[in-house]
């Protein structure tokens, strides 16, 4: 059973201690039945926490977790590929009983149903070109950020920048690795993305962290 401490970049992980009654509350809306039961299961791109590895294999933090009540309770899991938009469509449709990496929002308590324990604890945190370091949001008015749709880190940008009178160009993505690519390639000033896929992916892509944060979240596993 995979219990983390620490990530690679000495990141804490904050899974709660009471994981296994986090999927148990989860267990009432999926279908009863005395044969081995089949849960279908998001994945999108989001290392560590939860990806598709090299050899094609669902992967992270929430897939140990998910594999191990899966091994306890007797289920079957079928990961389902999805970007982060879709795998919230599909949820919802039915298509998929669980998805994992969810932070909680009052518009998505409407759509979803979220356990009482909280699985990870996360915040979002800009990155940039090592040689454009970014030391304060203000710096962002005017300037391309890259982000990904529909998330919990774009939602809370948009709300902070309000407050401030600040206005970024947003640049619009299907995952955090183009995010990276974005800032990369000089096509944004700064890509905002969580922690754990910050520190895990930054050096790939020549980018620093900057001390830029917004709102922490708390992640869930949704059905």
């Known amino acids: 059973m995979f219990f983390p401490g620490k990530d690679r970049s000495g990141g804490r992980c904050l899974f709660s201690s009471r994981w296994f009654l986090l999927l148990l509350l989860l267990a009432w809306a999926l279908p ?69 990496d969810v932070a909680f929002s009052r518009e998505r308590e409407r759509r979803f149903a979220f356990g009482r324990e909280v699985a990870l604890s996360s915040w979002s945190v800009f990155y940039t070109d090592s040689k454009k370091p970014l030391f304060s949001l203000k710096a962002l008015d005017g300037e391309k950020v890259a982000v990904v749709r529909n998330s919990i880190q774009y939602q809370a940008l948009r709300e902070l920048v309000k407050e401030l009178g600040i206005r970024p160009v947003y640049l619009e993505t299907d995952d955090m690795g183009e995010v990276f690519r974005l800032v990369h390639t000089g096509q944004a000033r700064a890509g905002l993305v969580n922690t754990y896929f910050g520190r895990r992916n930054a050096a790939e892509f020549g980018l620093v962290e900057s001390s830029v944060l917004v709102r922490p979240t708390l992640l869930y596993i949704a059905a």
């Open 32 to 100: 009863s039945t005395p044969e081995v039961r089949t849960v279908s299961v998001g994945v999108y791109q989001n290392s560590p926490k939860v990806f598709i590895d090299e050899q094609g294999r669902p992967a992270g933090f929430f897939i140990e977790l998910l594999e191990g009540v899966a091994a306890r309770e007797g289920w079957r899991l079928h990961y389902v590929p999805c970007e982060w938009k879709r795998c919230l469509e599909l949820l919802e449709e039915g298509e998929i009983q669980l998805m994992p």
